[in-house]
């Protein structure tokens, strides 16, 4: 079982930036493949970025550009640096990860971008 905590989210302004972490339980949060998706009111969750245990990074052609997904396996933390943002980009953002073909996903956090 792992645990995930997403934080950061909040009400910014189109063109702002905002960072969201999401903290993994766990001793071995280094081999997670760890992925950000999104929930807007009335739609399907849709994927945002991918972060492999080896680092390598993948991201909707959507927020290409403007979204950075990093990790710290020191902190068993995964982030998601959100710059130029958009209204579309309001959603419901959930962390995810994946490991040994089991899938855990976070409560999620609230991300509301003002036009």
């Known amino acids: 079982q792992v645990s995930l905590v997403e934080s950061g989210g909040g009400l910014v302004q189109a063109g702002g930036s905002l960072r969201l972490s999401c903290l993994a339980s766990g001793s071995v949060f280094s081999r997670y493949d760890m992925g950000w998706y999104r929930q807007a009111p009335g739609k399907q969750r849709e994927w945002v970025a991918t972060i492999t245990s080896g680092g390598r990074t993948t991201y909707a052609d959507s927020v290409k550009g403007r979204f950075t997904i990093s990790r710290d396996n020191a902190k068993n933390t995964v982030y998601l640096q959100m710059d130029s943002l958009k209204s579309e980009d309001t959603a419901v953002y959930y962390c995810?990860?994946?490991?040994?073909?089991?899938?855990?996903w976070g409560q999620g956090t609230q991300v509301t971008v003002s036009s």
């Open positions: 995810k990860s994946s490991y040994n073909w089991y899938d855990y």
